[in-house]
């Protein structure tokens, strides 16, 4: 009798050294264009996978903007060739429900709402909502009811900004 084998398949991110990577590749191209690259996503889905890059500016962001950044984008990614599997590069604006990415946006964005999701538990959860107070060193400060978290940097695998519509 034959054992069948198991796959897993999950929508695992890249390592932060590969993200990194990519960021010191793509952020000069969309910095020479003029905006500032605000992160950069990936997900694993097989032939589904997505890459996406954050791009911002002062006057906001346009779909013609998108469309010239991802034209660039997409040339240094066809030469350079860092991701082996097939992906779908997606250029978009932060927009209000932002990712934070970097300490910089984390403290930039103090006072705001915020959801955290850790790579892994901290204090029995990887769950956090609650008001972002700022940045202490290599930590994330976020509020949670009665109870301030400190969040380090490096265990943080998403976080974004709560929009607020008043």
Known sequence: MGVSPIFCF?????????L?????????????????????????????SLLRVYIDHADGIGVEDCEKVSRQVSGVLDVEDPISAEYTLEVSSPGMDRPL????????????????????PFEGRRNFQGLLK???EQDVVVQVDDHEFLLPIDSIDKAQVIP???
């Open 101 to 120: 990415f970097t300490l910089p946006q984390f403290a930039a964005w103090a006072g705001s709402q915020v959801k955290i999701k850790l790579r892994v």
């Open 164 to 166: 607020r519509f008043d």
């Open 20 to 48: 990194d990577q990519l960021h010191a590749m793509l952020a000069p191209v969309v910095e020479g264009l003029g905006y500032d690259c605000w992160g950069i996503e990936y997900l694993a889905q097989g032939k589904h």
């Open 10 to 18: 999950s929508q695992e991110r890249f390592s932060v050294a590969k």
């Open 134 to 136: 700022g940045i202490e």
